[in-house]
């Protein structure tokens, strides 16, 4: 009888425990694991990042039926979008946590979750111009350690793997065996290795205006942005109300018909929004519009487009554990680390 009573008081332990690590993931705080180079120099690839969500306000669940910490769910039960008040508003320079937006064939919160640096907030106007950032005419990009791709010239000579290692550079390679290389970094190391006495040549990768746009957002013919020129562009808020036309479109297609839930169609050169002709839109819900810190090397905003808030999970607070998974070491120097 008391070896009974001592299970049943572990088991209503153990499920009181599981209810509240629950509600504290749900409702306040979750960990985030970054696995890509895409935000280095800020965040490296094995940081695990507290994930404040009271700060934009936590969302509810929208797949109910769901196996708690693993990827098992149904689509059987799905509730429409829900969100308590934030206690913050989400500024320029947060990082953002949320879930993937251009796949439209799994439930908004159980897209994989991506983190990115937050660019412009709803009604901004954002801009690319000559690989440089600006929201509403202001450098976004002047207190930021970016990387960027960089072309680096020898006479001949190569580089260590010692050499790279001490100067962090774990992206990019040879080129070509005449001592052409192209490596990922910021442009601390770029003049440290100008400095070099046997490299000849360092320069910026970049994209010419109107090159290489069919990888960027949007994806049609008349507007030929790349992720070096892209822009300028208000970003969509939730009231406001935008010309469309068949020209433009690309911009608002998937807000319109695949955010939004309406039927859109293009014909003749006409929009059809409900299968009626429309020649403007109201949005229902707020955008943002994110980017990599790692420019070319990203998968951001630049790449499919507008941040919807449906699908925002929370702010990064800080790096709460690291470890190097290419070295199996722990990072001790980040761990409690704060974000930039």
């Not at 049943?8 to 694991?33: C, E, H, N, P, T």
């Not at 149904?74 to 308590?84: A, G």
């Not at 065996?177 to 910026?204: E, P, Q, S």
């Not at 049609?220 to 970003?235: A, L, R």
Request: overall charge neutral; some cysteine.
């Amino acid at each position: 009888m008391k070896k009974s009573k001592i299970f049943k008081d572990w088991i209503r332990a153990i499920l009181i425990a599981l209810f509240l690590v629950l509600i504290i993931r749900g409702l306040l705080f979750q960990s985030y694991v970054v696995k890509s180079t895409q935000m280095e120099n800020a965040l490296y690839s094995g940081d695990y990042v507290l994930v404040n969500k009271v700060s934009t306000g936590a969302r509810l669940p929208i797949t109910l039926l769901s196996l708690p910490f693993t990827d098992i769910y149904s689509e059987f039960i799905q509730l429409p979008y829900l969100r308590f008040p934030s206690f913050f508003e989400i500024e320029i320079n947060d990082l953002l946590v949320f879930n993937y937006p251009a796949i439209f064939d799994t439930p908004v919160d159980k897209g994989d979750a991506y983190i990115k640096r937050c660019l412009g907030l709803p009604g901004d106007t954002i801009m690319i111009n000559n690989k440089i950032a600006y929201n509403n005419n202001l450098s976004f990009d002047e207190k930021l350690n970016l990387r960027f791709q960089y072309r680096i010239i020898t006479d001949g000579t190569g580089f260590t793997d010692n050499y790279l290692d001490s100067l962090n550079i774990t992206e990019g390679g040879v080129v070509s065996d005449m001592g052409i290389f192209d490596f990922l970094i910021n442009d601390k190391t770029a003049k440290i290795i100008t400095d070099l006495d046997y490299v000849r040549n360092v320069r910026i990768k970049k994209d010419y205006p109107r090159e290489n746009t069919s990888y960027t957002f949007p994806s049609g013919k008349f507007i030929p942005w790349n992720k070096d020129y892209f822009g300028p562009v208000v970003i969509p808020q939730k009231g406001v109300t935008v010309k469309i036309n068949y020209k433009n479109i690309d911009l608002y297609k998937d807000i319109i018909d695949l955010y939004e839930d309406n039927l859109l169609e293009i014909i003749k050169h006409k929009i059809f929004i409900n299968n009626i002709e429309v020649s403007e839109y109201t949005f229902k819900q707020n955008y943002y519009f994110v980017i990599d810190d790692n420019r070319d090397n990203a998968k951001d905003s630049r790449y499919w487009g507008f941040l919807p808030e449906t699908h925002i999970i929370g702010t990064a607070s800080f790096i709460w554990f690291s470890l190097d998974k290419n070295k199996s070491n722990i990072r001790w120097n980040r761990i409690f680390k704060s974000i930039n």
